[in-house]
């Protein structure tokens, strides 16, 4: 798991004398996959190759310390989010990601302080018809113990329609999040408002997602929807092929109902860090 900041692990004090490996991203865009071994209030004292080098903490832009040293170079560039559902982990403040999925929907996702994110995007194939589909999505997560996390959010889609009229729908989460940013599960609940209807057919999903590897994780996402007349299911297995600060989503994507005619149906996404 990684902890971010501007530039100090709030676990550390001026002084101290620590072993932890860390990336380290300078004020002019260079970053080092370092060992820091000691930091005050005016230096850094990291270890690269076997050499020993000194930093000035001016020019230190922000460093995303690991808890332990593994194998991986790079942060996880996306414990926020399976292949669409969140999970209860905050984007770090002044971080952000754009994410394109299918080719059809792209969105932007921005952290705002150290527990709110903000996302918005649209559909793209309904623009074509005239009836644009535009979303909007806040969370608010925080952690409350160690690898544990909670978080509350929405998902509101505006569908605008000069001929039907305007429409405005909604869902409402809960989310918990257990584990470090390289390995966790997500549980959650969504209670949807349409039609003026609040809270009528409640949404339940379990996600995972594990690194395998420094540029590969394998993730799952599921969803239970409940009704008054049926339950249904969707789910989505696949592994995401990642970079420092690009990712590749690729799934399969199952339900009853697609099962009927084909097996599955592929689902690619992609995203970039920024």
Request: proline share 4%.
């Amino acid at each position: 798991m990684l902890q971010q900041m501007e530039d100090k692990d709030p676990d550390e004090t001026d002084s101290s004398k620590i072993k932890r490996l860390a990336l380290v991203t300078m004020k002019n865009g260079d970053e080092y996959t370092v060992v820091i071994t000691q930091r005050d209030s005016v230096q850094l004292t990291i270890t690269s190759n076997g050499v020993e080098i000194r930093l000035n903490v001016q020019q230190i832009k922000k460093t995303e310390y690991y808890d332990t040293n593994e194998e991986f170079t790079y942060p996880n560039p996306h414990p926020s989010r399976y292949f669409f559902c969140p999970s209860a982990i905050p984007l770090a403040s002044g971080t952000g990601y754009y994410r394109n999925l299918m080719l059809t929907t792209i969105s932007v996702f921005f952290g705002i302080g150290n527990h709110f994110t903000l996302g918005i995007g649209m559909e793209l194939i309904s623009s074509l018809f005239g009836r644009p589909t535009f979303f909007i999505s806040p969370k608010w997560a925080t952690k409350v113990a160690k690898n544990f996390h909670l978080g509350f959010g929405a998902l509101g889609i505006a569908l605008l329609n000069r001929s039907f009229g305007n429409r405005m729908n909604g869902i409402g989460f809960a989310l918990a999040t257990y584990g470090t940013n390289d390995d966790h599960m997500t549980m959650g609940i969504g209670i949807t408002n349409r039609a003026g209807e609040f809270g009528k057919n409640p949404a339940f999903t379990f996600s995972g997602q594990v690194r395998a590897g420094n540029n590969i994780g394998i993730m799952t996402e599921n969803y239970f929807f409940i009704s008054e007349n049926q339950k249904n299911y969707l789910g989505i297995y696949g592994v995401r092929l990642m970079s420092r600060k690009n990712a590749f989503d690729i799934g399969l994507l199952v339900s009853k109902d697609i099962s009927q005619i084909i097996p599955a149906l592929p689902f690619v996404g992609y995203s970039r860090k920024f």
